[in-house]
């Protein structure tokens, strides 16, 4: 079927549908919901089969829906209507949900029900659920709801029959800052955490601190630290912790208030926004071995399991920044000393890494400066991967991952990647040629040709589909709660095999051969001159791309490239 997506942004769960429907078989277009668009023009203009919104924040208009089955996913079990959906199950402390595929009509989330998928609710972050649970969900309700309408014969139900018996249709408002608001002095450790994960990544927790107004960003309880409701105690890799009435939470990033009139703002590492505000306080370097016994947070943790180390490594928004990028360097240099023969390297359940830190680089006194020193940066540990002879390394891929967070999962001797993961291998988008030796890694893995189309259609790509490309070699088929289990069973296996000592042999061998003839070394070099002259050029497309993207402007038109292409 030609299928149109319509969607407030081309966000994770929209990049999913649009590979997942297009791995099927379908052809996909995408239409953005911005102001000033003609929806009812535009939708003519596709002459779509069926219309699919996964993330749709205005109402379909009415030309439209009385003219083509639309099918809205909305992220809660039937009956549940709001915009604020998922907050409010966070916020509540619900543990089973659910998402909802149902068709529009004149009605917020009131119409017949397509398809309906019930999942559970970790203690996580909202953003890690909408990306784990949530999508795997969503997408599973969203492709039985086009298989039922291929068949042409599948009847909705009626919200008041799908519902469960005993249930109501329950409307839910906006959850506001009166309700997110914290009460330092009152509210449990439990409590604050909830309001935290239920607001993040947008809008935030609105609060007071050190004489300013931020939203709170991120939540990570503290088992030790203690002191007076409020006050902060200390930080840690950029995050910092402060008391509540009966403990502590970590908070890795704050946004400051907008001023009316200026320009809007962006979140940062926590102690990058306060500056000099912010006072003397200890840093808590938390040692990678041995593992520390009590709860805690940290972004890079190191442990062992027999012959297999593994190095995971969670930052918010899949966002590495220089410091971000030198200490992973270093903590992969101790992870390599360890009597190993197998390194597992990657995160648990959500993004494994989105390459550079755009909005430390926009918020640097010398933009330029920042963006060559964080890809210089992230091109060491790329490097030291890659050049990693005495034991295999595999990237295990728990989430989605984009440009040079894409590349340093290729740098491993193999890529483990989760069934729901979106992979994002191009960089033109943000106007840049992409360094992190791509021009070594992606040719190697997929040819030349095939590395040359994902990166000038800049397209997401499924797991299913990388692995079909060579991408990865190994598709891990479980929920976010699974995969490190599964990978801690896979890594264990392969340290266990005889050929895993020839491997490794083998690979000092390869190095050698490729470092007589086309140097590692020669690939940076020719990214790099690149990457530099984007970098130095004001008027160069980076600079104004980076600046919309860090401040969330909407653009003017949907972009080309999500215009139908023909299938791979």
């Known amino acids: 079927m030609h299928i149109l997506l319509l969607a407030s942004a081309f966000n994770s769960l929209t990049q999913r549908t649009h590979a997942e429907?297009?791995?099927?078989?379908?052809?996909?277009?995408?239409?953005?919901?911005?102001?000033?668009?003609?929806?009812?023009?535009?939708?003519?203009?596709?002459?779509?089969?069926?219309?699919?919104?996964?993330?749709?924040?205005?109402?379909?208009?009415?030309?439209?829906?009385?003219?083509?089955?639309?099918?809205?996913?909305?992220?809660?079990?039937?009956?549940?209507?709001?915009?604020?959906?998922?907050?409010?199950?966070?916020?509540?402390?619900?543990?089973?949900?659910g998402v909802t595929v149902l068709q529009?009509?004149?009605?917020?989330?009131?119409?017949?029900?397509w398809a309906s998928v019930r999942c559970r609710i970790p203690e996580v972050s909202k953003s890690e659920l909408y990306r784990g649970e949530i999508a795997d969900a969503a997408m599973e309700a969203v492709l039985l709801a086009v298989e039922r309408f291929a068949g042409g014969t599948h009847v909705p139900l009626r919200q008041d029959a799908a519902r469960p018996a005993g249930t109501y249709p329950r409307p839910r408002p906006y959850l506001d800052q009166g309700v997110r608001r914290i009460d330092w002095a009152e509210d449990s450790t439990r409590t604050v955490l909830r309001k935290l994960r239920a607001a993040d990544s947008q809008p935030g927790v609105l609060d007071v601190l050190l004489g300013g107004e931020w939203y709170l960003h991120g939540g990570h309880p503290e088992g030790v630290l203690r002191g007076r409701p409020g006050e902060l105690l200390a930080t840690r890799a950029g995050a910092v912790c402060r008391a509540t009435r009966d403990g502590a939470v970590w908070i890795p990033e704050l946004r400051p208030r907008r001023v009316p009139g200026q320009p809007p703002t962006f979140k940062l590492p926590a102690v990058r926004a306060l500056g000099d505000r912010l006072p003397r306080l200890p840093e808590q370097v938390m040692p990678r071995l041995p593992e520390v016994p009590h709860r805690t947070w940290s972004d890079i943790r190191y442990r062992e399991d027999g012959d297999t180390g593994f190095l995971s490594f969670s930052f918010p928004g899949g966002a590495m920044s220089t410091e971000q990028c030198r200490r992973l360097l270093g903590a992969y240099r101790e992870a390599c000393e360890r009597p190993t023969s197998v390194l597992v390297l990657g995160g648990e359940r959500d993004f494994f890494s989105n390459g550079v830190h755009l909005h430390v680089i926009e918020a640097a006194d010398d933009p330029a400066a920042e963006s060559w020193a964080n890809i210089n940066a992230i091109d060491d540990l790329v490097e030291a991967v890659l050049t990693t002879t005495d034991r295999l390394v595999v990237s295990s891929v728990a989430g989605n991952a984009a440009a040079g967070g894409v590349m340093l999962a290729l740098a491993a001797d193999e890529v483990w990647c989760r069934s729901g993961a979106v992979l994002n291998p191009h960089y033109r988008l943000m106007g840049l040629y992409?360094?992190?030796?791509?021009?070594?890694?992606?040719?190697?893995?997929?040819?030349?040709?095939?590395?040359?189309?994902?990166?000038?259609?800049?397209?997401?790509?499924?797991?299913?589909?990388?692995?079909?490309?060579?991408?990865?070699?190994?598709?891990?088929?479980?929920?976010?709660?699974?995969?490190?289990?599964?990978?801690?069973?896979?890594?264990?296996?392969?340290?266990?095999?005889?050929?895993?000592?020839?491997?490794?042999?083998?690979?000092?061998?390869?190095?050698?051969?490729?470092?007589?003839?086309?140097?590692?070394?020669?690939?940076?070099?020719?990214?790099?001159?690149?990457?530099?002259?984007?970098?130095?050029?004001?008027?160069?497309?980076?600079?104004?791309?980076?600046?919309?993207?860090?401040?969330?402007?909407?653009?003017?038109?949907?972009?080309?490239?999500?215009?139908?292409?023909?299938?791979?």
């Open 21 to 97: 429907l297009r791995d099927r078989g379908h052809t996909v277009a995408v239409e953005l919901a911005l102001p000033g668009t003609c929806l009812p023009e535009a939708v003519r203009r596709h002459a779509p089969q069926l219309i699919v919104a996964p993330m749709l924040k205005t109402a379909i208009p009415e030309e439209v829906w009385r003219a083509h089955t639309c099918l809205v996913v909305h992220p809660g079990p039937v009956g549940d209507r709001g915009p604020s959906s998922l907050d409010w199950a966070i916020h509540e402390g619900a543990q089973d949900w």
């Open 104 to 113: 529009a009509d004149g009605e917020m989330d009131a119409g017949d029900v």
């Open 434 to 568: 992409g360094s992190e030796y791509w021009t070594y890694s992606l040719p190697r893995r997929v040819g030349h040709s095939t590395a040359e189309r994902l990166m000038s259609q800049a397209l997401p790509v499924s797991s299913a589909g990388a692995l079909r490309l060579g991408l990865v070699d190994r598709v891990v088929d479980c929920g976010p709660d699974r995969f490190a289990h599964e990978v801690g069973g896979l890594a264990a296996r392969l340290a266990a095999l005889p050929a895993t000592a020839s491997r490794i042999t083998a690979k000092k061998t390869e190095l050698d051969r490729l470092e007589s003839t086309t140097p590692l070394a020669g690939f940076r070099e020719r990214e790099l001159a690149r990457m530099r002259r984007a970098f130095d050029d004001p008027d160069a497309p980076y600079h104004a791309l980076r600046r919309s993207f860090v401040h969330k402007e909407r653009p003017p038109r949907t972009p080309p490239h999500l215009a139908p292409v023909p299938l791979a």
